[in-house]
């Protein structure tokens, strides 16, 4: 009853618990392997070759290699996998998911010029991003709870200054207790957290970005080749997480378990701009450049949680939900620089390659209402410069195409530099000249790491995900 008087008596806060962080940060600035099934079958090495639509959010310049009007479409569909490591269990979750990677239409206008032969215009849709995944997180934990992670936060703040989104909920439903008789913000657990108890975690995510791209190029003598794409990024991002520890050794709290559910759903709208050259050293050798500017986010976040606690005891089940949260941003991306290189062999194939420099920790929040100060930092000091490696071949056989790729991007963290993702690719293509039809599957697989609660308390979970990824684009020249 005195913790029930007190909540009534306090104020009711409703304020924004910021969703952004550092894994947002991360998430909106990695692209996946997508797109066209020619450019996935290479890997996306394709910064020097041109002629395909997704080298449009690439390397803009290969819009300069088009001789015909072309229009294309991707559907695409996969699994993804992931393995977790946690308290000593391996637990495994998968989800299907079915979307389309590119639809685009090339206009080539030829001109009656002997050095500037072409204008050539695109616009369409690049998918960059997949976030469809399901990961299932669960172990044994004798060292912390995540009650010891809302009491820490709490502590110093009187009732009617706890968090309405985490610590307030955690109050409401009996997980933690004052210290003493006045509300002079000291908390204490109301569970023994040395001793054994079960932790799982469930989350599910949803949603995908891309851009729509209208992009412009030339070639001078068909040895320059220059191209730009103004770029309008959008994604979509929902996820729904719970948190649940159970199977207490504490049996004297009379706790049974308790769950904590985040629900998480963010829109984003951008622009940026990509400038590429191409040249055609020789008719064996082609050597590309490529600057992306950040992409410039828009971004919207609605999030809500809540916690269900069931007691042995008199308290039976109390469920207690977080007011609804809504908060404006935006986010800016890393610059992207590449440099790429192609190698035609007796025109029956080719071998190409790209190098790609991106640095994480150049990512930032912003707003009007609130700094993001902390947030920033913790970016700034997190993540680090990366390099990714594209190499991608094709062998040619008129009128068939026989397509492998691989990449390796490289870790974004300072600490965890074995934190890599890679991908291998394979494709078959058939060219008619008026008609194109390609395949390729893309088998990618990444690590990375979660913390269920506050990395000062617990160990992360050891993240492992795999990706198989199956593109056909069907094309029409005239």
Known sequence: MQKLFLTLLSVSLFYYSNAQTEIDALRYSQNDIVGTARFSAMAGAYGALGADFTTLSYNPAGIGFYQFSELTFT??????????????????????????SNFGYVVSSPRNDEQWKRINLAFGYNRTANYKKRTYISGENSSSSMIDNFVANAQGNTINNLNSFTELLAWNTYLFDPLDTIDNGNYISNLNANLSKKQEKVINSSGSAGEYVFSVGTSYEDRIYLGATIGMPSLDYYEKSTYTESEFADTAAHLQYFDY?????????????????IVRLNDWVRVGGALHSPTFYDMEDEYSTAITAVWSDSLGTIYETSPFGYFNYELRTPWKTIGSIAINIQK???????????DYSSTKFNSDSYKFSDENEIINSLYTKATN???GGEMKYKPFRIRAGYALYGSPYKENTELTNQSFSFGLGIDRGHFIADFAYVFSEGSSEHYTYSADLVQPAAITTTYHNFLFTLGLRY
Request: glycine residues 12%; charged residues 20%; hydrophobic residues 35%.
């Open 261 to 277: 559910s985040e629900e998480l759903t963010t829109t984003g709208k951008g622009v940026n701009l990509k400038v590429g050259a």
């Open 75 to 100: 559907p695409s569909f996969g699994n993804i996998v992931t393995t977790s490591y946690f308290g000593g269990s391996r637990n495994v979750d998968e989800k299907l998911n079915t979307n389309f």
């Open 348 to 358: 029956k194939g080719l071998i190409t390659a790209d190098i790609e420099m991106i």
């Open 389 to 391: 490696i594209r190499l």
